[in-house]
């Protein structure tokens, strides 16, 4: 299956600053990326779909302005998180279709980045 | 109502044992169906998709049931390496995107 990217796996930050997550898409090309999070014992929640060349399409509930998305090429999302608070300690994972799974339905994820705000 | 729902568990079960977990979704117009699975900390990897008409990779079957909106999925011969949480995935009608249960927590011991 296809491969997507994310790094880094781990950030731990102080309280305010910005943390920047890369996802990339290793073998084919993304022309949307879907970002979700998860706390801990909790589901995946979808975050924000990535557009390519366009703006993110942000879920109910989620800060756009606090949860900054980029996707200047095919193959690259970023997710920044923008004066970062305790409460945003999550895992982040980023996930693709490539060709195939548009069809099949299939999300391909990243390995996920554990965010510790402290 | 949770648009897709699960039990947490645990299971907790022997080796060479057989289990099943079930799912419910709310959305009756729902046409894609997934199980993924979650080891500890790590991302989710789709396990199958399931069809209609069901479907077997192995030791895993995977049921739909339109009438009552359920999924399951059976595991046999349960192995140590089975030990993980899978999750329930429905897409949202309309959209491309996927709804994820909370997952079953399985864990298979010696």
């Known amino acids: 299956g296809a491969v997507v990217s994310q790094h880094p796996s781990w950030v731990i930050c102080k309280s305010g600053t910005s943390v920047k997550i890369e996802c990339r898409s290793l073998d084919f090309q993304a022309t949307t990326m879907f970002w979700y999070r998860q706390f801990p014992k909790q589901s995946l929640m979808l975050m924000a779909t990535?557009?390519?060349?366009?703006?993110?399409?942000?879920e109910q509930g989620v800060e756009k302005d606090k949860f900054l998305i980029n996707h200047a090429s095919l193959t690259l999302s970023t997710l920044t998180v923008t004066s970062a608070h305790p409460e945003d300690s999550s895992f982040y994972i980023c996930?693709?279709?490539?060709?195939?799974?548009?069809?099949?339905?299939?999300?391909?994820f990243g390995e996920g980045s554990r965010l510790t705000v402290l | 109502r949770k648009e897709v729902e699960q039990d947490p568990g645990p299971f907790n079960v022997p080796e060479g044992a057989t289990v099943a977990f079930n799912c419910t979704y709310s959305?009756?117009?729902?046409?894609?169906f997934f199980w993924y699975r979650q080891d500890c900390r790590k991302e989710p990897k789709l396990l199958m998709s399931v069809y209609s008409s069901g479907n077997e990779d192995g030791r895993f079957t995977a049921q739909l049931n339109r009438a009552s909106q359920y999924i399951s999925l059976l595991i046999r011969d349960s192995k140590l390496s089975d030990s993980a949480t899978y999750l329930c995935v429905v897409n949202e009608v309309g959209t491309d995107k996927l709804i994820f249960g909370t997952g079953t927590r399985l864990q298979v011991f010696p």
């Open positions: 996930s693709a279709k490539d060709r195939v799974s548009w069809v099949t339905g299939e999300l391909f």
């Open positions: 959305n009756s117009a729902s046409q894609s």
């Open positions: 990535s557009n390519e060349g366009s703006k993110a399409t942000y």
